[in-house]
């Protein structure tokens, strides 16, 4: 079971980047998918997350409105749509595999590696 995440980088505030989570060694359908991020000197946070048919998906208060989570079941891949964004969405995001889609890092069993996302102001 492997996560690959991608998609970080520096972006100005007020602008877009859309990660992605392909995963391999398993399929979509039975894992719900998480995104989680750690900021300098915080601890990880939930930012969303999707349940394994897809039809659920959940945010964090602090992403709500801007953030969008979807799969690609056809691709094995998650995607998460970063819009508005802000410095204080800097961070290393993640994404993790479990089997229910809480914003609880405890609930998910394969992580992938991080991927840095930068909003200058």
């Known amino acids: 079971v492997q996560l690959q995440a991608s998609g970080g980088g520096l972006v100005q505030a007020g602008g877009s980047l859309r990660l992605s989570c392909a995963a391999s060694g398993f399929t979509l359908d039975y894992y719900a998918i998480g995104w989680f991020r750690r900021a300098p000197g915080k601890g990880r946070e939930g930012v969303s997350s999707?349940?394994?048919?897809?039809?659920?998906?959940y945010y964090a208060d602090s992403v709500k409105g801007r953030f969008t989570i979807s799969t690609d079941n056809a691709k094995n891949t998650v995607y998460l749509q970063m819009n508005s964004l802000k410095p204080e969405d800097t961070a290393v995001y993640y994404c993790a595999a479990g089997s229910f889609p809480r914003l609880e890092p405890r609930d998910y069993d394969y992580w992938g590696q991080g991927t840095q996302v930068t909003v200058s102001s």
């Open positions: 999707i349940s394994s048919s897809g039809g659920s998906t």
